[in-house]
């Protein structure tokens, strides 16, 4: 099954050539700035994601040792 074609795909390919070679760095940047903000995202839920291990590890190592008295 073909997937649709994305609106903003075809504006860039209906620019005059030498619009899209003056807008490809500034495209670049936006597209570096883009992939900078998902991994901080993700850095960000991988470390809330390691704190809700840690702290479930910890609650079931407390229960443990209480329960060893």
């Known amino acids: ?11 860039w390919n209906e620019l005059p ?4 070679e003056r807008l490809m760095p500034y495209q670049m940047e936006s597209q ?3 992939i900078w903000q998902c991994k ?8 809330q994601h390691m704190k809700q291990l840690d702290d479930w590890m910890a609650n079931i190592e407390r229960e443990l040792k209480r329960l060893n008295r």
Not at 1 to 11: A, Q
């Open 40 to 47: 901080h995202k993700a850095i960000k839920a991988h470390k």
């Open 1 to 11: 099954m073909k997937k649709p074609p994305n609106e903003h795909d075809s504006l």
């Open 32 to 34: 570096i700035r883009h």
């Open 17 to 20: 050539i030498d619009e899209r």
